[in-house]
């Protein structure tokens, strides 16, 4: 018992260093992940589809395609898995760290990068380092996808005229006959500058375990 | 003497701020005075005149014709006066640059009414003192309401917790150090204090402690400094009036009673909880049933604004009948009303809203101020140099104490913790204002009041003239964050809906139940319960980034009127337009399409026959870019106008691109309907093309559709804007758009507009 309690927690400190979490939250986030995959190794997108709390999310598609999504995995390939280990499942998570009062400005900076690129990568859906305009209105009509039919009309209207709206701070003069291909990943770090997203984008990962108290359990 | 106009004409803005200040005191003491026969008054009506016609054939004394009874309208000409005074004050304050930008508003103020007090008792007169009766009911409830109806909600839920803190705990400990350590003040032999008890210094240190919102506000208006601190703060200064509201009674109470027993202590707890949850309670009752009552009012839009107002001000009273906290009732009541109302009300009533609560709030604000500095020149006053000093100093350290500790305790919750920066900001900026002072007014033992009053308005004096003044460059030396000023954008709106629902997920799948995951469950229940009973019409079932989106339309085509024509543009000046971003077809070039000589014609004849005003000009393709008839105010005109030209744009860029993208499904059709929704029907842009079949609308929309002319069905259709209208404007609007039907929508660029590109289609 002894051997393997120090095995672990070497295998968590690796995994502590690589993300940033301490043992306790990573130890919750194993319990969860068993209780996701049903005490397997990997969690397939069929694990994450059946937990009820997601039903009612409008953009649950693309919340379970981003932890399927290699490129959040911060190792420069592209595509996507079919089945994530508990590592892979935890470099996900560490994106939603918040920053801590010892958090330097410079780690703010690249905490901040790092928060837009995982937004950034779930809007770009096909990979080629710009979000179309077609890719924006999809990403507004699943943002509505739960109003009905005066949402779908609306919807591009709206991403029309954000779209607009980010060419029009970026590239204020262009000629009636360029053609915007779409967001960069700077032009969308610029719009979305206001925000501060290293001190929005994040949730409160407890250091108490709470999964045998939860019912949000995945059938299994 | 007469009273003189001032002279608007006169050279430079310095005269004229001192000669304002110098007529208005003069008239206002001449006001205050009362034997004042000479008095000309030569507008006065004579009602007097017809009963002395059918007396003056009796008597035989001469006809009058000009008397004088300046009695009959003593009281509202003096009101009146007064806050024509204090207003003209605060119109110098603004022309006179340089003073204004050292010294806050809120210091001039006093000072005037420090003058003006002054010259009073120098004529031997009786100066008005700050009644707390008229405080407490007439000048203070508009600030207030103004406060709470424009409160940020997000900033104030997310930090809800904090702001709490350090209401309640943070004014109970301020409370009580400030009323120990006086007493034992007081223990201290040579001061001649020896009188004043425990429960006293205890019922002082209770007044003394709470952060004003009046000061605060008045302070940090100016500054700008960013939102945290500022709802930091401000809440702070609302939320702790239910603790100064059940101290105050309680060591009232028992300054009479002169013991307090634990009992009594823990009773006092309870009615903590009764005070501020009672006062929420009937804020939030008032605030649906006007929420409820706005939903009927689209009949009736002029008397919306009253609705609120009188709603608002019915919880304030209602809960000072039970001795509840009034500040937070109105506080509930205008957070809770405002989602549904102005999703209810007109646009017209929402701008009367906003600036009847701003005017109200403004005038009593300074007749506040003007107040407070005639009271300190003409109350009894009892110095006691030991008294006063010790009790700015410990109010001072009691703050900076508080802030201190309970930041420290505060940060292991928070997230985004609290810098020292941050916590110097929130210590210095508890300022402390009128309503300490009415409150130790309010007191009825004679002989410690003059003295509290003394010390209260020495603090008050010391908080906003120091504090007030040294605050705005210790925030730029420190280099506070400040508020960010430019407005929301669409993608902002955008990205915070994503991201609640992005963390909402991410909590689900981590199998937690947080913050979202509460605000996502509450947001449903809102969405599927409240929004349909408390908003009429579609609007209820709107999604929030719909209303934003609107609201952002409306702003937009607002700039547009107001800017008149296009050369003044608004902030964004941009030649990039919609055309810019939409994806071409694969064939890039502008082929004339080859349609018929006879299709042609047709569309030529029903665009030509259904246009209304060509005064325009396609300039160039900025959406910015609209030459706008001035004499018309009409909004939605004006917004039709500006779709008109998308429209045009874009009709003449399809009709422009090769033939074969005309044999698409017909379905490109907008109607009105009566409540103003402009519905889209589209078909191949939609990816997913869900929306290729036309919708079935509401039955006032088809009779509408049923007119509409065949031949622009097939092709050359543009494509409209789709927009959902906002809520509707006024009803004389809604006539306007029925006749601005479907046809209309297409309009005709004219045979022989610009040569450049787009416009034209004909050869």
Same mark, same amino acid.
């Given at each position: 018992m002894g051997a393997s309690q120090t095995r672990s927690e070497h295998k968590y400190q690796d995994l502590m260093d690589k993300t940033g979490f301490s043992l306790e939250q990573i130890k919750n986030l194993h319990n969860r992940f068993q209780q996701l995959s049903g005490n397997e190794e990997t969690i397939r997108r069929e694990n994450l589809d059946n937990?009820?709390?997601?039903?009612?999310?409008?953009?649950r598609k693309q919340i379970i395609g981003a932890f399927f999504d290699?490129?959040?995995?911060?190792?420069q390939e592209v595509g996507s898995f079919e089945e994530i280990s508990f590592e892979q499942f935890l470099m996900v998570m560490s994106h939603f760290r918040p920053p801590t009062l010892k958090t330097t400005e410079e780690e703010k900076e690249s905490m901040r990068k790092e928060k837009l690129r995982f937004l950034f990568n779930m809007h770009d859906t096909?990979?080629?380092?710009t979000i179309t305009l077609v890719e924006y209105r999809k990403v507004v009509e699943e943002l509505l996808s739960k109003s009905g039919a005066i949402g779908q009309e609306v919807a591009k209207a709206i991403a029309d005229a954000a779209m607009l709206e980010v060419a029009s701070t970026n590239v204020p003069h262009m000629a009636?006959?360029?053609?915007?291909?779409g967001i960069t990943f700077e032009h969308f770090e610029q719009i979305l500058n206001g925000l501060e997203m290293e001190s929005r984008m994040h949730i409160r990962f407890l250091d108490v375990d709470t999964t045998t108290v939860r019912c949000g359990r995945s059938t299994s | 003497m007469a009273v003189l106009r001032p002279g608007?004409?006169?050279?430079?803005p310095r005269l004229t701020g001192s000669v304002c200040v110098w007529l208005l005191v003069l008239a206002s003491v001449a006001s205050a005075?009362?034997?004042?026969?000479?008095?000309?008054?030569?507008?006065r009506e004579t009602p007097e005149d017809s009963r002395h016609q059918t007396n003056s054939s009796a008597h035989r004394?001469?006809?009058?014709?000009l008397s004088f009874n300046y009695d009959h309208v003593r009281k509202p000409f003096e009101i009146s006066l007064w806050i024509l005074l204090a207003l003209l004050m605060k119109l110098g304050f603004h022309i006179i640059p340089r003073v204004s930008n050292v010294v806050p508003e809120s210091c001039l103020l006093i000072v005037v009414g420090l003058l003006v007090g002054g010259i009073i008792k120098a004529i031997g007169e009786e100066a008005p003192v700050l009644d707390s009766k008229l405080f407490f009911l007439y000048l203070l409830p508009p600030i207030i309401l103004d406060a709470g109806y424009f409160l940020p909600i997000r900033p104030f839920t997310e930090n809800m917790g904090t702001i709490l803190v350090f209401a309640v705990v943070g004014t109970l400990w301020n409370a009580f150090f400030v009323g120990g350590m006086m007493y034992g003040v007081c223990r201290?032999?040579?001061?001649?204090?020896?009188?004043?008890?425990l429960l006293s210094c205890l019922l002082f240190g209770s007044i003394i402690s709470a952060v004003d919102p009046v000061a605060v506000l008045a302070v940090f208006e100016e500054i700008h400094i960013n939102e945290l601190l500022h709802i930091l703060v401000f809440g702070e200064s609302l939320l702790n009036d239910a603790v100064t509201v059940v101290l105050y009674h309680l060591f009232e109470e028992f300054s009479h009673a002169g013991t307090v027993t634990v009992g009594d202590a823990l009773l006092g707890v309870v009615c903590f909880l009764v005070v501020s949850l009672g006062g929420v309670l009937v804020g939030a009752i008032y605030g649906i049933l006007g929420a409820f009552t706005s939903r009927f009012t689209s009949h009736t839009r002029v008397i919306e604004p009253l609705f609120v107002f009188l709603y608002s001000y019915m919880a304030y009273l209602s809960a000072e009948v039970f001795h509840l906290s009034g500040i937070m009732s109105l506080i509930a009541c205008g957070v809770m009303m405002r989602p549904y109302v102005e999703a209810n009300i007109s646009h017209k009533s929402y701008t009367t809203i906003k600036y009847f609560l701003k005017m109200w709030s403004s005038v009593s604000e300074t007749l506040i101020f003007i107040f407070l500095g005639v009271s300190t020149v003409a109350g009894p006053h009892a110095w006691n140099w030991t008294f006063v000093i010790f009790t700015v100093i410990l109010c001072l350290v009691s703050r900076v104490l508080g802030v201190i500790g309970l930041t420290y305790i505060i940060n292991k919750f928070r997230i985004v913790k609290l810098t020292k920066k941050d916590q110097f900001i929130v210590a210095y900026g508890g300022l402390r204002g009128a309503i300490a002072f009415s409150l130790g007014f309010l007191l009825t033992n004679n002989e410690m009041k003059n003295m509290f009053l003394t010390a209260i308005i020495t603090v008050i004096f010391f908080t906003v003239f120091v504090q007030g003044m040294t605050i705005r460059p210790l925030v730029e030396l420190l280099a506070v964050k400040r508020k960010k000023e430019s407005k929301r954008s669409i993608n902002e709106e955008i990205h915070t809906q994503f991201l609640d629902h992005l963390l909402t997920g991410i909590e689900d799948i981590c199998g937690h139940y947080g913050h979202h995951h509460w605000k996502d469950k509450l947001n449903r229940f809102n969405k599927a319960y409240v929004k349909r009973l408390l908003? /009429?019409?579609?609007?209820? %079932?709107?999604p929030q980034l719909i209303s934003f989106y609107n609201k952002m339309e409306m702003k937009q085509a607002m700039m547009l009127v107001e800017s008149g024509?296009?050369?003044?543009?608004?902030?964004?000046?941009?030649?990039?337009?919609m055309q810019n971003i939409q994806p071409k077809g694969p064939a890039r070039r502008r082929a004339i399409p080859s349609i018929s000589k006879s299709r042609e014609e047709e569309i030529r004849k029903i665009l030509r026959a259904n246009l209304?005003?060509?005064?325009?000009?396609?300039?160039?393709?900025?959406?910015?870019d609209l030459l706008i008839d001035?004499?018309?105010?009409?909004v939605s005109e004006i917004r039709f106008r500006r779709q008109r030209v998308e429209m045009e744009r874009r009709m003449s860029h399809y009709l422009t691109?090769? /033939?074969?993208?005309?044999? %698409?499904?017909?379905?490109r059709k907008v109607c009105f309907e009566s409540e103003n929704q402009v519905y889209m029907y589209d078909?191949?842009?939609?990816?997913?093309?869900?929306?290729?079949q036309p919708q079935p609308s509401p039955p006032d929309a088809v009779s509408l559709l049923s007119e509409s002319?065949?031949?622009?069905?097939?092709?050359?259709a543009p494509r409209a804007k789709g927009n959902a209208q906002p809520?509707?404007?006024?009803?004389d609007d809604q006539e306007e758009q029925e006749q601005l039907k479907l046809s209309r929508c297409l309009s005709d660029p004219g045979p022989n507009k610009d040569g450049e590109g787009n416009s034209s289609f004909l050869s």
């Open positions: 937990i009820p709390a997601l039903a009612k999310n409008p953009i290699k490129r959040n995995q911060h190792q096909d990979n080629d380092g009636p006959d360029d053609f915007y291909e | 608007r004409g006169s050279s430079g005075s009362r034997d004042n026969e000479t008095w000309r008054n030569p507008a004394k001469a006809f009058p014709v201290i032999e040579g001061a001649q204090l020896g009188s004043v008890d908003i /009429a019409g579609e609007r209820s %079932t709107e024509s296009a050369a003044k543009l608004p902030t964004i000046v941009s030649s990039v337009s209304q005003k060509t005064r325009q000009r396609l300039r160039s393709y900025s959406r910015h001035p004499l018309e105010d009409n691109v090769p /033939a074969n993208r005309q044999e %698409t499904p017909p379905v078909d191949s842009e939609s990816p997913t093309g869900r929306a290729s002319p065949r031949g622009p069905d097939q092709g050359g809520r509707a404007k006024a009803p």
